[in-house]
């Protein structure tokens, strides 16, 4: 106690020490007010929720366990937007798998000793099937019995006939490339209404240089209304 009376009349006589005892009690209140705050309102954000999706992983959500109902509906709808995107990729990929690359046209053949050719039967060769895709496109596709000899090909041909009058006229004739595993001729579906004969057919590689090279064909009757 003898000790306080001194500091007060110690500080009765100077004035500063007052002052400068309310500057320190000052400072160590802010302290104290600065460490209750951090407590409160942390220096560093802390991440509460977070929540990663990619396109190929699929997630398990127990809706359930979250009491946040404004994170509930962000995550079912987030949920919802995976799921449109995968369908529609995955139609994306059905539809893409579904139009299958057609020959590209021979714009080099040539039969440098042809006078004509000869044509013979392809039956034993391959099948083919002509449809129309759509109203644009006839697809024509080439399915052979052993795909050995497509390297001793040299091309395939179309020629189209029109039939009119129990007649068989010219109406256009196409080279193309064999390809190694599927063949398909797809040409523009613009002929005019009628009947038309479409002869698809192969020329060998011997046979390039002759005088009469052989064309073994197939044909297939297609009307066009």
Avoid at 123 to 151: A, G, H, Q, R
Avoid at 173 to 196: D, H, K
């Amino acid at each position: 106690m003898k000790i306080i009376k001194k500091i007060k009349e110690y500080a009765v006589k100077n004035k500063w020490v007052d002052s400068l005892f309310w500057i320190i009690v000052a400072a160590m209140t802010t302290l104290i007010i600065e460490r209750s705050c951090n407590k409160i309102i942390p220096d560093i954000p802390i991440v509460v929720k977070e929540v990663s999706d990619t396109l190929k992983v699929v997630h398990n959500y127990d809706f359930g366990s979250i009491n946040d109902s404004l994170i509930n509906a962000q995550l079912k709808n987030r949920l919802q937007n995976i799921e449109l995107v995968q369908q529609y990729e995955a139609e994306i990929v059905k539809k893409s798998k579904s139009i299958k690359s057609a020959n590209s046209i021979m714009l080099d053949a040539s039969f440098p000793n042809s006078n004509g050719y000869v044509q013979r039967s392809a039956v034993s060769f391959f099948t083919l099937e002509i449809s129309p895709t759509n109203e644009k496109l006839i697809e024509l596709e080439i399915s052979f019995f052993d795909n050995s000899i497509i390297n001793d090909i040299y091309c395939l041909t179309l020629t189209i006939f029109k039939l009119e009058n129990n007649k068989k006229i010219y109406y256009e004739e196409q080279y193309y490339n064999v390809n190694e595993t599927y063949n398909l001729i797809r040409i523009a579906n613009s002929l005019p209404e009628g009947t038309f004969e479409f002869c698809v057919g192969l020329v060998f590689k011997k046979d390039r240089m002759k005088e009469y090279p052989n064309t073994y064909q197939i044909k297939k009757v297609f009307k066009v209304k």
